[in-house]
């Protein structure tokens, strides 16, 4: 049962454009989100994250929204660059316990084009 | 700047075979993690672990076992490899208490 979903597999954005990437959950006690951008051959790095007490959090050129009636998040990518031509997972994390574990979607390949 | 180090980009195995998959960070890190990555699957967790000889199963055990002999180092063990354990596999470490996790460059298992 997949509680963290990504249902786009791939999206395509002209350089300059918005980016716009979403992510649904279904556990409603998932408090904190978070994004990571992963390259071919390399690790996922963190990107941005948005604790549930707050509805938006921006960084720079990305701003993540979280509609909690909904249990919607989606990255906002403005402008888009070439560089950010990589895979994006969202992740949820419920609060309580040490080892805070990830639960990761499956997700989605953007791809820039100059 | 945290730092999480596997002990191979890429390896070939033979089905059958016993395959060690180091990590280490150098954070000082309470939690560590073993995912694998799979196209259309996304991350999975295997195995994690919250201390020094601390263990727990993740979503995908099967087939797999780990060791944290030393905070700082988190190894996954494929007891007898098979082709279907080809795959990307991630180590990641967080502190304790934070959401945050980071992640090694990833090593490449190919099972042949």
């Known amino acids: 049962d997949q509680q963290v979903k990504q249902n786009s597999p791939s999206l395509s954005v002209q350089e300059g454009r918005i980016s716009i990437l979403n992510c649904d959950y279904t556990?409603?006690?998932?408090?904190?989100f978070l994004w990571y951008k992963k390259y071919p051959a390399e690790g996922p790095t963190f990107l941005i994250s948005?604790?549930?007490?707050?509805d938006k959090n921006e960084d720079g050129r990305f701003t993540v929204f979280l509609n909690k009636s909904a249990k919607h998040l989606s990255l906002h990518i403005v402008p888009s660059q070439p560089g950010d031509s990589a895979v994006y997972f969202c992740a949820a994390s419920s609060e309580g316990g040490a080892t805070n574990k990830l639960i990761f979607g499956t997700g989605t390949l953007l791809a820039v084009q100059p | 700047d945290v730092k999480v180090t596997q002990s191979s980009r890429y390896l070939v195995k033979r089905t059958g075979e016993k395959v060690f998959l180091e990590c280490v960070q150098d954070m000082d890190h309470e939690n560590m993690f073993w995912y694998r990555q799979d196209p259309g699957l996304g991350l999975r967790l295997i195995y994690f672990s919250y201390d020094v000889k601390m263990k727990e199963k993740g979503d995908i055990p099967e087939g797999y076992s780990v060791s944290r002999e030393k905070k700082e180092r988190f190894s996954l063990i494929l007891e007898s490899a098979s082709t279907n354990q080809t795959s990307m596999y991630l180590c990641a470490s967080s502190l304790w208490g934070y959401n945050e996790q980071f992640f090694g460059p990833g090593t490449r298992l190919t099972v042949l």
């Open positions: 556990n409603s006690m998932f408090d904190y």
């Open positions: 948005i604790s549930s007490i707050k």
